[in-house]
């Protein structure tokens, strides 16, 4: 899974994506910020484990499934899934959607966490619209359950149920 945003949902989403047990690339623009993610997720998972609700050696294996990437290109190359996480700026996701469109396998789920703009506006910016969906995670990701998958006119059904089946291996109930 290639998480793109680093920020208070995209290091969320990244997070249960590691302890699901998915190889997970964080890419944010910002330098740094993708390893900075990272710190706030051990934080995150030394907590758990002082609280005993994550075990060490869950903890130690999700922090080994993270890695920063400081390239969209690279960290799309490859991956089954793309969440983007980006700031609510339509303009913005709509280019992000167009770089992982070009470097992402065509197999790739496309997914946004956009809570309040058209998923089928973004879907606009990619050669199969029907692969992208969205997947409106709450905040803290990693304690709330519910995650929204938003189709539009254009979803495929594959892509919304590869949705429904990711959120669900997350542990998540998707609505």
Not at 27 to 40: T, W
Not at 88 to 96: N, Q, T
Not at 123 to 148: I, Q, T, Y
């Amino acid at each position: 899974v290639t998480v793109v945003g680093a920020g208070t949902m995209g290091h969320g989403i990244a997070h249960v994506c590691s302890v699901m047990g998915a190889e997970v690339r964080i890419y944010d623009a910002l330098q740094g910020a993708a390893k900075g993610a990272i710190e706030r997720i051990r934080k995150n998972l030394d907590k758990g484990v002082e609280l005993g609700k994550v075990s060490a050696d869950l903890r130690d294996a999700a922090l080994s499934r993270l890695r920063p990437f400081e390239s969209l290109v690279p960290a799309c190359e490859g991956t089954d899934c793309v969440i983007e996480a980006v700031p609510e700026e339509i303009e913005l996701k709509r280019e992000i959607f167009g770089i992982c469109d070009k470097a992402a396998p065509e197999h790739a789920l496309l997914a946004t966490n956009t809570s309040s703009l058209p998923v089928g506006d973004l879907a606009s910016a990619v050669r199969d619209p029907g692969r992208l969906v969205g997947m409106h995670f709450f905040n803290p990701v990693h304690v709330m359950k519910l995650v929204e998958v938003v189709r539009h006119a254009q979803s495929s059904k594959q892509a919304v149920a590869l949705a429904v089946a990711l959120a669900e291996r997350m542990g998540k109930t998707p609505i």
